[in-house]
């Protein structure tokens, strides 16, 4: 059992090659699919043959399924969980244990979904990244919580919070030029992928009211919270608030795929919302530089240099990547419809 000093020193290393560590990591699944040649794990029937739009995808409400427990033996004296020792520990300035739509099952373009936590997912997926990296710094020679998930894909296996990460793309009709946007997210701010870039915005799929169970809902919230920087959006009334009205109007949302990172397990539900040039500069004129988790890098031109610069070159996140990557494949698709 580790100090808390020892805890932290695996804590900080894990903070400073996350990137290393995902890429590395794919390694553990040489029989698990990737996508787009990217480290993100993914199922085949996880993933269309071409984008969906978001609207053909259907939800479902159930119970949730009882899990295996969980215990790791790299967690210091006194501490019943991972999130417990990162509260007290090396807590980021958003920490926040909220009820989470907790996935249970995907076919046939339909989702299941049960009731969860947040802390659920850092209490097994940050653990078992905890786990990889103190293997790395030679504290360990086993993987025995990895082991324990067993396949990250199986949703059954293990507590599957699912955020929806959704690249957003300004689309100039008359010009043809086409700008997408990042997030750089900042790891004194944020408790997972901090120090990576990553697509905008990004959002945990949970509730902000009653009866709010609807993935455009929950896009639409964090698109004013990420790119306006308006605050916490709880029980909107999503027919009469004029955001949420024009977004609708104005966003061609598409479903390209979904996704399991290989160090954490953060489970990305990968979208694409393209929104022509002169309706995106009216919604967003306004468009924040920072916001609560980070920097926002704006107007880069969707090119083929771009994307692979953040795709394998720049440290950015797992799902990032691979939307990126999808997201090239399928441009003229998704930019022509």
Not at 194 to 207: A, D, I, K, R
Not at 212 to 218: T, V, Y
Not at 298 to 314: D, I, K, W, Y
Request: negative net charge.
């Amino acid at each position: 059992m580790p100090t808390p000093e020892q805890w932290l020193e695996v804590r900080a290393h894990l903070l400073r090659h996350r990137h290393a560590l995902a890429s590395k990591a794919a390694g553990e699944y040489p029989d698990v699919p990737k996508v787009a040649g990217t480290p993100l794990l993914t199922s085949p029937h996880w993933m269309p043959a071409a984008p969906v739009p978001l609207a053909d995808l259907s939800l479902e409400l159930a119970r949730s399924s009882p899990l295996p427990g969980f215990t790791s033996d790299l967690l210091p004296d006194g501490f019943r969980s991972y999130s417990d020792a990162m509260a007290a520990l090396a807590a980021p300035a958003v920490f926040e244990n909220r009820e989470t739509y907790r996935l249970l099952g995907f076919t046939d373009r339909r989702l299941t979904f049960g009731i969860g936590s947040y802390f659920d997912g850092i209490d097994v997926g940050e653990a078992c990244a905890h786990e990889y990296a103190a293997r790395e710094l030679g504290h360990t020679d086993a993987l025995p919580l990895r082991a324990a998930v067993g396949d990250p894909c199986d949703p059954s296996r293990r507590p599957t919070n699912v955020a929806i990460s959704t690249l957003t793309i300004r689309h100039d009709q008359a010009t043809g030029e086409a700008t997408f946007f990042l997030h750089w997210r900042d790891p004194k701010r944020v408790g997972h992928a901090g120090g990576m870039y990553q697509v905008l915005p990004v959002g945990v799929f949970q509730s902000a009211g009653d009866d709010d169970f609807s993935l455009w809902h929950s896009m639409i919230r964090e698109f004013a919270e990420e790119l306006l920087g308006v605050p916490e959006v709880h029980g909107a009334d999503y027919g009469t608030w004029p955001f949420a009205r024009r977004l609708t109007s104005a966003a061609r949302v598409s479903y390209l795929g979904m996704g399991v990172d290989p160090l954490t397990f953060a489970t990305d539900m990968l979208t694409v919302a393209v929104i022509e040039a002169g309706q995106f500069d009216s919604l967003f004129g306004d468009l924040v530089s920072h916001n609560d988790e980070g920097r926002v890098l704006e107007g880069l031109p969707f090119t083929a240099a771009n994307v692979e610069r953040f795709v394998h070159g720049e440290p950015t996140q797992a799902a990032g990547a691979a939307l990126l990557s999808l997201a090239w494949q399928h441009r003229e698709s998704l930019l022509c419809a």
